[in-house]
């Protein structure tokens, strides 16, 4: 949403074209009518649940989260505007239950920017598009190389949005009224922003392929739970043995749950880098533990007995107790291993991949919106058999791809890993 920008740059935009403005563009400061009141408590609700059900058009959502503040990824602010309501800012800690709105407006497409990213807290709110226009989606599918909502905005409308409140704790309370006034204008031009991506959409003979994904955004069922989160640690692979991995393991469970009882983010009670460190360094006692400097500071330190009995708990595992270096997956072994256990699988890849490249360039869109990487390694890896064009697209749809998808690279992929088979 509006609160991750992507960090591609590029100087021109494919999408672009030459009429749209040069100079800087004008900062949009104040909603058309105004900052809206926060809607708190269920009589507003019921007005915002009238207004927009007699509204008109598309409705504009966002919400804002407490990432890197608060525990969960749950929803502090919702915004929405539609044409003949107006703009609406709903709290979603007292009003935590949108089912009615949610019916009021369901004739109605929903408007997200990187709506993968807000759909599960909005579903926590029972907010649910029947229909969906992903602005950021679209902008990747007609290849801009920045697609964050400010981007956008001033490259397709030629306006400005502020973006200073971009990574603030939106769970704070009371909300200050310029934080208030940046997430209203974060809905101010969606509508807009979509009506012009969508012309953009036809005028590349793309607008039914991006249909289609929209769709697929919203028919993904939700995230299965990782089986071992803890192997995301960031700088992980420092630790270089099982006893070592078993202390992040540890640790990184603590953590969690002392995030979750206190409503932190992780990060916030112990780094990542704090539990590298400890892995490595196995300290004995409390004053040890201490001298490694994340689990020095006020909250970190609050917890050092249990720090150090999680990893005393490490030291007295036996090794079939301690986690595996690497988890057991259902895919293809990583890359850079395919050379020596199967190396036409290592030529089957090089050519699909160069395949997928090559035609992502020629209909303008990063490749992994083309087609996603680990459809090509799966397909590289263990193609169908027979090897043919049927087979192949067959493959590529239960890989998750989309018709659209598999229109444009079946038959080159099938062609290119026949060839790499017979090493041509």
Same mark, same amino acid.
């Given at each position: 949403?509006?609160?991750?920008?992507?960090?591609?740059?590029?100087?021109?935009?494919?999408?672009?074209?030459?009429?749209?403005?040069? /100079?800087?563009?004008?900062?949009?400061?104040?909603?058309?009518?105004?900052?809206?009141?926060?809607?708190?408590?269920?009589?507003?609700?019921?007005?915002?649940?009238?207004?927009?059900?007699?509204?008109? /058009?598309?409705?504009?959502?966002?919400?804002?989260?407490?990432?890197?503040?608060?525990?969960?990824?749950?929803?502090?602010?919702?915004?929405?505007?539609?044409?003949?309501?107006?703009?609406?800012?709903?709290?979603?800690?007292?009003?935590?239950?949108?089912?009615?709105?949610?019916?009021?407006?369901?004739?109605?497409?929903?408007?997200?920017?990187?709506?993968?990213?807000?759909?599960?807290?909005?579903?926590?709110?029972?907010?649910?598009?029947?229909?969906?226009?992903?602005?950021?989606?679209?902008?990747?599918?007609? /290849?801009?190389?920045?697609? /964050?909502?400010?981007?956008?905005?001033?490259?397709?409308?030629?306006?400005?949005?502020?973006?200073?409140?971009?990574?603030?704790?939106?769970?704070?309370?009371?909300?200050?009224?310029?934080?208030?006034?940046?997430?209203?204008?974060?809905?101010?031009?969606?509508?807009?922003?979509?009506?012009?991506?969508?012309?953009?959409?036809?005028?590349?003979?793309?607008?039914?392929?991006?249909?289609?994904?929209?769709?697929?955004?919203?028919?993904?069922?939700?995230?299965?739970?990782?089986?071992?989160?803890?192997?995301?640690?960031?700088?992980?692979?420092?630790?270089?043995?099982?006893?070592?991995?078993?202390?992040?393991?540890?640790?990184?469970?603590?953590?969690?749950?002392?995030?979750?009882?206190?409503?932190?983010?992780?990060?916030?009670?112990?780094?990542?880098?704090?539990?590298?460190?400890?892995?490595?360094?196995?300290?004995?006692?409390?004053?040890?533990?201490?001298?490694?400097?994340?689990?020095?500071?006020?909250?970190?330190?609050?917890?050092?007995?249990?720090?150090?009995?999680?990893?005393?708990?490490?030291?007295?595992?036996?090794?079939?107790?301690?986690?595996?270096?690497?988890?057991?997956?259902?895919?293809?072994?990583?890359?850079?291993?395919?050379?020596?256990?199967?190396?036409?699988?290592?030529?089957?890849?090089?050519?699909?991949?160069?395949?997928?490249?090559?035609?992502?360039?020629?209909?303008?869109?990063?490749?992994?919106?083309?087609?996603?990487?680990?459809?090509?390694?799966?397909?590289?890896?263990?193609?169908?058999?027979?090897?043919?064009?049927?087979?192949?697209?067959?493959?590529?749809?239960?890989?998750?791809?989309?018709?659209?998808?598999?229109?444009?690279?079946?038959?080159?992929?099938?062609?290119?890993?026949?060839?790499?088979?017979?090493?041509?």
């Amino acid at each position: 949403m509006s609160n991750v920008l992507n960090s591609k740059t590029g100087d021109q935009d494919p999408g672009s074209s030459p009429e749209r403005p040069t /100079g800087e563009a004008p900062l949009l400061r104040e909603p058309r009518e105004g900052l809206p009141p926060v809607v708190g408590d269920a009589a507003r609700l019921e007005q915002v649940v009238e207004a927009f059900g007699a509204g008109r /058009g598309p409705v504009a959502v966002d919400a804002e989260r407490a990432s890197g503040y608060r525990y969960g990824q749950r929803a502090y602010l919702v915004q929405l505007r539609r044409a003949g309501a107006g703009t609406a800012l709903i709290d979603p800690i007292p009003c935590d239950d949108l089912t009615e709105l949610n019916a009021a407006i369901a004739d109605a497409e929903m408007v997200l920017h990187a709506a993968h990213q807000d759909l599960p807290c909005l579903t926590e709110l029972h907010l649910r598009p029947a229909r969906l226009f992903d602005t950021e989606l679209a902008g990747r599918l007609l /290849g801009y190389q920045r697609v /964050g909502l400010g981007a956008m905005v001033e490259r397709v409308l030629g306006m400005r949005l502020a973006k200073e409140h971009s990574a603030v704790d939106w769970s704070v309370r009371p909300l200050p009224e310029d934080w208030l006034r940046y997430a209203a204008l974060d809905v101010e031009v969606l509508v807009e922003l979509r009506d012009a991506l969508e012309e953009e959409l036809a005028a590349a003979g793309k607008l039914e392929w991006a249909r289609e994904e929209f769709a697929a955004v919203l028919a993904a069922p939700p995230k299965e739970p990782r089986p071992d989160p803890w192997r995301r640690t960031s700088g992980i692979h420092r630790v270089r043995n099982q006893r070592g991995l078993g202390v992040v393991r540890e640790l990184w469970s603590e953590r969690d749950r002392i995030a979750c009882e206190r409503d932190l983010s992780p990060g916030r009670v112990v780094p990542d880098a704090g539990i590298v460190e400890a892995a490595l360094a196995m300290p004995r006692t409390a004053q040890d533990l201490a001298a490694i400097k994340p689990f020095g500071v006020r909250l970190a330190r609050r917890y050092i007995p249990v720090w150090i009995k999680a990893i005393n708990r490490v030291r007295d595992m036996s090794v079939a107790e301690l986690p595996r270096p690497s988890a057991p997956g259902d895919g293809p072994p990583p890359v850079n291993r395919w050379a020596d256990r199967d190396p036409v699988a290592a030529r089957r890849l090089e050519a699909a991949r160069s395949v997928v490249s090559s035609i992502a360039e020629r209909v303008t869109m990063p490749t992994e919106n083309l087609l996603q990487p680990d459809a090509v390694r799966r397909l590289a890896w263990a193609p169908p058999r027979p090897l043919d064009e049927a087979a192949v697209a067959q493959h590529l749809r239960g890989n998750n791809a989309r018709e659209w998808q598999v229109g444009l690279t079946t038959v080159a992929l099938t062609e290119a890993l026949q060839k790499a088979e017979k090493g041509v």
